[in-house]
Nanobody, 111 residues
Framework: VQLVESGGGLVQPGGSLRLSCVASGFTFSSYYMSWYRQAPGKERELVARISSAGDSTNYADSVKGRFTISRDNSKNTVYLQMNSLKPEDTAVYYC?????WGQGTQVTVSS
């Protein structure tokens, strides 16, 4: 199993980023996918989760209305669209399925 995240970077408050996670080594369309994040000095937390078919999603209260998780099963890819970013969204963002994690991508929100 391999999960490779991309799309992180430095963005100003109020800006947007779209993270991608390309998966391989398993039947992508059969598994829930999740995005987690970990800020410095804090525990890793769930940001969003999407069902295998993409018809059900869940979000942390802190990102509801600002972030959108989606997936393209034809491309083995899950996305996290992040809008109205805040400094407190600064973290390393990880893609996860079952017990497998990606390497993470850094998101920094700062002026």
């Amino acid at each position: 199993v391999q999960l490779v995240e991309s799309g992180g970077g430095l963005v100003q408050p109020g800006g947007s980023l779209r993270l991608s996670c390309v998966a391989s080594g398993f039947t992508f369309s059969s598994y829930y996918m999740s995005w987690y994040r970990q800020a410095p000095g804090k525990e890793r937390e769930l940001v969003a989760r999407i069902s295998s078919a993409g018809d059900s999603t869940n979000y942390a209260d802190s990102v509801k209305g600002r972030f959108t998780i989606s997936r393209d099963n034809s491309k083995n890819t899950v996305y996290l669209q992040m809008n109205s970013l805040k400094p407190e969204d600064t973290a390393v963002y990880y893609c996860k399925t079952y017990s497998y994690w990606g390497q993470g991508t850094q998101v920094t929100v700062s002026s």
